[in-house]
Every structure is written in structure tokens, then in C-alpha cells.
């Protein structure tokens, strides 16, 4: 037995002598006693707030105090409940409502700030709908519903406190069983950092360029185009120098992400307003995507498959370099502006799903993160074509919001078993509004143009957003194509109800490494304490251990091991881990 061997066993017993000296209490998890209570709960009364435009109503059955507001026919209409005497904080919210006339929307403000949009599905019986979280700050605040779609009845408002987020449930592994090395190192960076921290981006390399050269920092995300590269364009002229932009941003170490301005196979209206290049849209094209994929022997099928075919020489000249790729088809499809969303959302999903197929098994393409851009359930393909999901977001000028209610939408679509990006933003969200609202998106990526106007994001934002720390940039990335050249495997030696002995074998990849980090999220009110041959932290659920002077290089191939005390109330699963090469 080795002298550091020994000491590390007289160590852990000398830590367990003492925790089962202490009382059972004192190694719970802080709150833990409490932790079956559940948080307060304030109802506010819509007869009770100032109504604009609407009236109290009390012919409908089943409301809650002396009536509801009704009336929501025009968009100035508005209800405003006054919540008085808050400590703050962050508050999850509910609105209580009837909507006898189908699905409708309204528009959220807290203190006058608009904060989003809320869903309000048909119904005939009083119902609560979740409207994600709020900030509220110290003291009196307003919290206003403002219709945007009427004709519905709204009883009441509850506030609760909101707890953390739980940890997601998000494993980093991707649905290409054949994807390469990089992509694979890149989701699980992506994976890794999804709630610790956010990347920026920036749409297209000239926009990058004036970012760099204006904030002093470059983003950590280059998106690009594949829009030239359509065969309906290429035909009529064009030429594009995306993929070498990509080569050229891959070079520097950035991470690449593109989508695909698809213009439409054939079908071209092609007259003023409605001109060739604007082909994409649905309104500049007569192409039937429903008709076209119940043919698969017809032309335009047939155009599809060359169109993708032509998209996959481009990604492949990336694949050939090792450039792995955040892709993004069909944008936007549920809007309808564009034809791969006009036909609804069955074609739409079909189309991606045939993308997905012809890619991977024909094209050979497997160097693709696929990242669904959507939040509406209806149009999502299914989590065997999905690595990712996002939505774009373009709010008033000068909204620099967290888009959370959007982020929950999100995290719905996929049970939290997905990481959620913000892949088009015309406004970037404020870095401390992220925080408040636990609205933990891996990137944002601003629109082309967005970051030089004013009204949208003005210089001295840019430079904050660029200079907070919870915010990553090009310089603190890291090497993201070799992310992850280690595995860490859990084992719990030693149990006796409240308190445990977990070791944790490190195990080098195909390369050397000269340091490295495991992470995790407990979530059994589990506490990492003292730990052995690793500094070991736990903040939160999230626990990080980092090597020791001593253990940090490992060959290929080769493993250490370090141990920790731990505590636990209820129940104590192992959880995953997260093995970070350094």
C-alpha cells in the first residue's frame, strides 16, 4: 500500500467517524425538513383588478370570489391585478380562465414590460393555464393580460414562488448512429454547458467580422447560410462562399451552425414582388409539398431528393475537414411563410424526416447535430430525428427579455431530454434576465443586421452581453471537437442510509490528456462533501471534480480514481456524469 493510499483511507475513516456522529438531521440537504411543504400560493381576483375595456361578468357558472372579467373583443382590452408588499423574486404564474370559443391567445406584461404570450386552449369548463414565470420585483408590482386574440373570460391569477429548475434530462448522445468524432465531441460540449452558462453567435461572416472588430470580442457561434447552394438558384446564377466561410471558422476554432433559405425546387412565380430568388417563400411559388411527397416517383419528389443530394457535396466538403455542424432545415416551418411549412405540419415533418434518411443513409452525411427549429407539439418529427431543439425569436426593439415563456414551451416539446437554443434572435437576450428567469438556452445567434442597429442592440449592450462572464465567446471555448476524451463511471462503496462513499474512475480517450473534470446533477437532495485525489464543489445540484496536481495527465486508454463523502434525505440514484478532457 502506497503512503497516499493510506492516508486516503484513514481519511474517509475519519469522515465517516465523524458524520455518524452527528445528529440525522445535520446531514440532510439544506431545506430538506422542508422540502414536502409546498410554496405559497396567492390568488388574485380579476372583479377585484383595474379592467380596461372589460366589464365583470356573472352569467358563467364555476368561477371563483363575485365574478370575472369578460369582454376581451378589441387589442386595447386589459385586465391589471395589483400584487402589493412582494419580496421579489421569481414567481410561477397561472391564469384562470373559460374559452368557449376556441384556442386564443393574450399578451403578458408585469409592470408594464412585455414578458410574452400566453396560450389560452378552448374550453368550456374554468381552467388554469401555466404562463411560465415572472420576475417580480420588491414591493408593489402590476401584472397585466392584454387580449390579443379574444373572446375568452378570465376569473382569477395565482403567483407561486418558483422552485430551481431541476436538473435536465438532457445525455448528449445524438440519433446518427455513425456520427463522427467532432459532432459527437460537440453535443456533449453543448450537453455539458446547457445550464451552466450561454454562446454567443452571430449570423453571417461579415456580421461576425464587424462584432469582432466593434466589441472587441468574437462570438463563439458563426451561423451560415445554404441558400445559394439551392440547384433552383445555382441554375439562374448564383455562387455562394458559405462552406469556405465555414472551413474558415472552423479554423479559428468556432462552432459552425447553418440553415437552408430552400428555394423551392420548381414552381418559381418569378415576377415583380414574387421574384426567383425570394423562392423560399410561400407566396413566390406555386411547389406542393403535400403533392410532391405522395409522389414519390413523380418529378418534384424527385427534385426534392436532387435538391438534398446537392446540399449533401457542401456538407460533405465540411465532413472531409472534420467541421462538425449545428444543422437547422425547414426553419420556421410552422409560421407558413415559408412552402415547407404551407401544406401544415404533417408534410413538414415527413420532409425533414426524409432529409434525415437520405443524409445519413444515402448521402453518407454524418458530421450533423439536427436541430428542430419549432415549439409547437404538432409539428415536432419525433426524438429519433432530433438532437436538438430551438426557436427564433424577433420581440419589440429594445426587448432584450428572456424569451422564457418560449424556453418552457421548449423544454415541453421533448420532456427536457433535449438542449434548447435560441437560434435566430433579433434582439439578444439580457444576460441577467437569463439568470432571474432560469431560462437556460445553449446560444443565441443574432440575425444578420440586428447587431449593428441601434434600436435592436446598441453598442454598449453588445459589450456588456460580450463581457459577462456567463456568457461564452470564441477565445473561451475551449477545443470543442475533442470535448469529452475521458468517461467517468460512479460507484457508491459505502452506504449507511443518510450518509455514502461514492468513488469515481476516470478513463482516458483514444488521446492523452493533461487534465480533466467530471460533472453531475444530483437530484435526490444528495451533498457531495470532502473529497480525495480531486478538488470536489458542489453548488446547487451541479457537482464538478477537477484532478489533483498529481492525477491529471493519463495516457490513452489510461484511468484514475477519486472518492468523496456524501450525504443524502430520500432517495440516492446514481446520477450521469460528464467527463470533460482539459
Not at 418558483?162 to 456520427?179: I, K, N, Y
Not at 466561410?245 to 433559405?261: E, K, Q, S
Amino acid at each position: 500500500m502506497s503512503p497516499r493510499t493510506h492516508r486516503r483511507g484513514r481519511l474517509v475513516r475519519l469522515l465517516v467517524a465523524c458524520l455518524l456522529t452527528l445528529p440525522a438531521a445535520a446531514v440532510l440537504a439544506p431545506g430538506a425538513a422542508h422540502a414536502a411543504d409546498p410554496p405559497p400560493t396567492t390568488v388574485y381576483q380579476a372583479e377585484d383588478a383595474a379592467l380596461d375595456g372589460v366589464t365583470v361578468g356573472t352569467s358563467v357558472p364555476g368561477y371563483q370570489g363575485t365574478g370575472y372579467a369578460e369582454g376581451f373583443d378589441t387589442a386595447s382590452d386589459s385586465v391589471t391585478f395589483t400584487v402589493p408588499d412582494s419580496p421579489g423574486g421569481l414567481y410561477s404564474l397561472s391564469v384562470r380562465y373559460d374559452g368557449p370559443y376556441g384556442d386564443k391567445k393574450a399578451n403578458l406584461l408585469v409592470n408594464d414590460a412585455g414578458v410574452g404570450e400566453i396560450s389560452l386552449p378552448g374550453t368550456t369548463d374554468w381552467t388554469d393555464a401555466a404562463a411560465g414565470n415572472v420576475l417580480l420585483k420588491a414591493g408593489t408590482n402590476t401584472v397585466t393580460v392584454v387580449d390579443d386574440w379574444g373572446w375568452y373570460l378570465i376569473d382569477s391569477i395565482s403567483l407561486t414562488p418558483a422552485p430551481p429548475r431541476p436538473p435536465h434530462q438532457v445525455t448528449g448522445e445524438l440519433t446518427d448512429p455513425q456520427a463522427t468524432p467532432e459532432a459527437k465531441s460537440l453535443m456533449k460540449y453543448l450537453a455539458a454547458h446547457y445550464g451552466q452558462d450561454i454562446l454567443s453567435g452571430q449570423q453571417g461572416a461579415a456580421d461576425e467580422s464587424w462584432v469582432e472588430d466593434n466589441v472587441g470580442k468574437a462570438p463563439a457561434i458563426e451561423g451560415l447560410d445554404m441558400m445559394d447552394y439551392s440547384p433552383s438558384r445555382v441554375e439562374r446564377g448564383t455562387t455562394s462562399t458559405e462552406t469556405e466561410n465555414a472551413l474558415a471558422w472552423d479554423a479559428r476554432g468556432g462552432i459552425v451552425t447553418f440553415c437552408w433559405h430552400w428555394n423551392a425546387p420548381s414552381g418559381l412565380i418569378d415576377q415583380p414582388g414574387k421574384e426567383w430568388w425570394r423562392g423560399f417563400y410561400t407566396d413566390s411559388t406555386t411547389f406542393d409539398l403535400q403533392a410532391a411527397l405522395a409522389d414519390p416517383s413523380g418529378t418534384d419528389y424527385q427534385l426534392l431528393l436532387r435538391d438534398i443530394d446537392a446540399i449533401a457535396v457542401q456538407l460533405g466538403r465540411l465532413q472531409d475537414a472534420g467541421v462538425p455542424v449545428i444543422w437547422r432545415p425547414l426553419h420556421e416551418a410552422e409560421g407558413g411563410w415559408f412552402w415547407w411549412g404551407a401544406k401544415g405540419p404533417e408534410p413538414a415533418k415527413a420532409l425533414y424526416r426524409l432529409m434525415h434518411d437520405r443524409l445519413t443513409r444515402v448521402d453518407g452525411i454524418h458530421n450533423l447535430i439536427w436541430q428542430w427549429n419549432s415549439v409547437d407539439p404538432a409539428w415536432y418529427p419525433g426524438d429519433d430525428v432530433v438532437d436538438m431543439v430551438s426557436a427564433d425569436s424577433y420581440p419589440q426593439a429594445g426587448d432584450h427579455g428572456p424569451v422564457a415563456l418560449t424556453y418552457d414551451h421548449e423544454l415541453s416539446l421533448t420532456g427536457d431530454t433535449k438542449v434548447a437554443a435560441l437560434a435566430e434572435v433579433g434582439t439578444i437576450p439580457d444576460p441577467d434576465l437569463l439568470r432571474a428567469y432560469q431560462a437556460q438556452w445553449s446560444y443565441f445567434v443574432a440575425w444578420s443586421g440586428s447587431e449593428q442597429d441601434p434600436a435592436s442592440n446598441d453598442l454598449d449592450f453588445l459589450k456588456r452581453v460580450y463581457a459577462d462572464p456567463y456568457v461564452v465567446t470564441l477565445d473561451e471555448l475551449g477545443d470543442v471537437k475533442h470535448y469529452g476524451d475521458c468517461t467517468a463511471a460512479y460507484t457508491v462503496t459505502a452506504d449507511w442510509g443518510n450518509a455514502f462513499v461514492a468513488n469515481v474512475t476516470v478513463t482516458a480517450g483514444p488521446r492523452d490528456i493533461d487534465g480533466w473534470e467530471v460533472s453531475w446533477d444530483y437530484g435526490g437532495g444528495q451533498r457531495a462533501g470532502g473529497g480525495w485525489s480531486a478538488t470536489v464543489a458542489q453548488h446547487g445540484t451541479r457537482v464538478t471534480a477537477t484532478n489533483a496536481d498529481y492525477d491529471g495527465h493519463l495516457a490513452a486508454g489510461g484511468a484514475t480514481t477519486f472518492g468523496f463523502l456524501g450525504s443524502y434525505s430520500g432517495g440516492n440514484p446514481p446520477p450521469t456524469l460528464t467527463c470533460t478532457a482539459r
